[in-house]
Each structure stands twice: as C-alpha cells, then as structure tokens.
C-alpha cells in the first residue's frame, strides 16, 4: 500500500492562518494584551492550548488562557466566511486519490469549523477520514494530531503535509516525514529547519511536482 496523505488543513488547504492572526489579535486585546499581529502571525500553525504561554509567558497562561482562546473562537466565527481554499487544493485531493493514497485531512479546530472546510473544499466523500478537537488532548507541535490522523487509516506509514514549523515538529515527533507549503508565512530555510523534506510555494506547485516526493 502506499503511504497515507496526513494534509493539515488550516493555511495549507485553506487560506485561514491570517484571519486567525487577527482574532487572537481582537482576543488579546479584550484582555487589555496589545500584541504586534506579525509576532501572533508568527505563532499560527501551533494549537491554541500552547498559544497564550507562548506569546505572553506562563502567568498569563494561567490566569487568562482559557477566557482568551474561548474568546478568540468568537472573533474567528465572525471572519470564517471570508475564508477560501488554496488554489489547488481539492485538485490535489483528488490527484492523491488516484495514486492510491489514503487522505486524511487533519486538523484540532471544533467539529463545526472542520465541517465547513469539508463543505468548502467539496471533498467529504473523497477523503478516508479527518480529525478535529475530539481526536486530541494536545496540539501541535505535540505528535497527537499526527499520530491521531495516522490511525484513522491503515497504510503503509504516512506523510505530512503543512504549511508550519510546527507541522514539520509535529510530524518528526510522530516518526514520519513532512513537505511543507509556504502558504503560511513561513521561509523556506525555516521548514527546511523544522524537519521538511520538501518546500513548494503551494500546494498547487506540490500537485504539479508531487512525482518529486514520496506522495508520487
């Protein structure tokens, strides 16, 4: 069998990362924390359980954590229509498919979320599977959404494909390899760093090329 497609979905096969930037910007700030949006942009791609303490430190994490990213949930609900998929993306999907490899589209958003990314990419009776906040206790770069998604489907080992730093920690703490996607912000050098075997400008530059890497 040929190894299973684990696909991030967020700012890899939809354009969400910058829109995120800007609700935890708007969550952030109903707590009285101005923070710089390109020091958040910098953060999106690792799960909101890591968010707070990173950008603000431990005590902040402790005493704001959960009212921040409850309230960040609300900001990002009033940006979601604007929301597109990645040029591509349903394409490469479906191109994955037809190599005979399992897809997983994986993400750690709430059910809700995930369904409208399903419904946008028009793939939910094209894909084996997906995860979302249910399938994990950690999020990335902790392995669990990873090695969740790899255990929606049976294969012969898995790769990753995203768009973060964090993917590529995710993935290598989960024993497989990853190709990134510049789609979130972040340089080539930088997820080549973090574990990336591959770096495309998108994913529609990767379906054209995918003959190049372990997805062919």
């Not at 958040?40 to 994490?61: P, Q, S, T, V, Y």
């Not at 369904?115 to 770069?141: A, M, N, Q």
């Not at 969740?148 to 294969?155: D, I, P, T």
Request: aromatic letters at 6%.
């Amino acid at each position: 069998m040929k190894p299973a497609a684990i696909l991030d979905i967020d700012g890899t096969l939809i354009d969400t990362n910058y829109q995120h930037a800007l609700a935890w910007f708007r969550s952030f700030k109903q707590f009285q924390i101005v923070l710089p949006i390109w020091k958040i942009h910098r953060g999106i791609g690792m799960g909101g359980d890591h968010m707070i303490e990173a950008l603000c430190g431990e005590d902040k994490e402790a005493e704001l954590g959960d009212r921040v990213r409850e309230a960040e949930k609300g900001f990002y609900q009033e940006l979601i229509d604007e929301v597109q998929p990645v040029h591509g993306a349903r394409d490469f999907i479906l191109d994955l498919k037809k190599r005979g490899h399992p897809v997983v589209l994986a993400s750690s958003a709430k059910e809700d979320e995930v369904d409208h990314y399903l419904d946008l990419l028009g793939c939910r009776d094209v894909v084996d599977s997906w995860t979302t906040s249910e399938d994990v206790e950690h999020t990335k770069p902790d392995p669990d959404l990873v090695l969740a998604a790899m255990g929606k489907v049976e294969g012969a080992g898995a790769v990753m494909v995203g768009d973060s730093t964090f993917d590529c920690e995710a993935a290598t703490r989960a024993g497989i390899e990853t190709i990134a996607v510049m789609t979130g912000g972040f340089s080539e050098d930088e997820l080549r760093k973090a574990g990336a075997i591959a770096v495309f400008e998108s994913i529609d530059l990767l379906g054209r090329d995918v003959e190049s890497t372990p997805l062919r």
